[in-house]
């Protein structure tokens, strides 16, 4: 075990080495939520981490907190993956990496009636083609060297269907067909593809719907905690524990693992 690793990571947890070190990953999404908790895990792990995201001034947080801590390569890049053009000049820039981590995009909420074409398609552009699209790019660049993992942090509304999420839901649920059946071929050319479907996850985003949901119930937003009661463990996920899960998909670790997606919801 090496020196000044903290204790959330699952080398602690499970005390085995995940033989991450010096490899390079690349998190869209990187900048914060659970995109900034998988870099800041794999970074424990000795990976060095590429961060994508739209905000350099986010970008630029994120990494210069993770080389506070961790003596690894930290890069940015600055990009809206929304476009494939845009994606192919990310995967450039980025050069060669190990691991892939899809994670940038966030599918508003709405019924097929309040959700029109225009925002649909605007979702799915960055959500859905986005992951497609870097999944295709990286995929072939893995291919020629018969090494790499890919890892699409999905979303669990893939598996409940929520009516008012229904634009996520089925963007969700096609993005799991596309890892099941891009990891099913994957081991012919030394790959692993694998995803993982989070539930609720404590990230910036849900704390500030939550303050506003306990305004408007109770007059008192610092009473947002009380709405996850019900929920099993009563919290959601924190966004460490997906990273966690992240990491360990990404090692040798978990080598026998492809064309699988792991739903983390406390069970609900």
Request: glycine share 12%.
């Amino acid at each position: 075990m090496h020196a000044g690793r903290e204790p959330k990571t699952l080398k602690r947890l499970l005390d085995m080495d995940l033989q991450l070190a010096g490899k390079t990953a690349l998190i869209t999404g990187g900048s914060k939520g659970i995109g900034r908790a998988t870099a800041e895990v794999l970074a424990a792990e000795g990976c060095n981490v590429i961060l994508v995201a739209r905000d350099q001034a986010q970008l630029d947080e994120a990494a210069a907190g993770i080389r506070a801590t961790r003596q690894v390569n930290v890069r940015t890049i600055a990009a809206d993956l929304s476009s494939d053009a845009a994606v192919r000049k990310v995967a450039q820039e980025a050069g060669a990496i190990d691991i892939l981590v899809n994670n940038a995009g966030a599918i508003p909420p709405g019924t097929v009636a309040s959700i029109d074409d225009e925002r649909w398609r605007q979702a799915w552009d960055l959500k859905v083609f986005g992951y497609i699209s870097f999944c295709r790019v990286v995929y072939e660049q893995m291919k020629a060297r018969k090494a790499g993992v890919i890892i699409n942090v999905i979303g669990a509304a893939g598996e409940s269907f929520p009516t008012g999420y229904i634009a996520g839901a089925a963007g969700n649920a096609a993005l799991m067909a596309f890892t099941r059946a891009l990891g099913k071929g994957a081991p012919a050319d030394g790959l692993r593809v694998v995803a993982i479907n989070p539930g609720p996850v404590e990230t910036d985003r849900l704390i500030m719907l939550r303050k506003a949901e306990a305004q408007e119930k109770w007059g008192d937003e610092s009473r947002w905690r009380e709405l996850s009661a019900s929920m099993p463990f009563g919290r959601p996920a924190s966004p460490a524990e997906i990273g966690n899960a992240v990491a360990f998909l990404a090692s040798p670790a978990s080598g026998y693992t492809t064309g699988t997606v792991l739903t983390i919801n406390g069970g609900g």
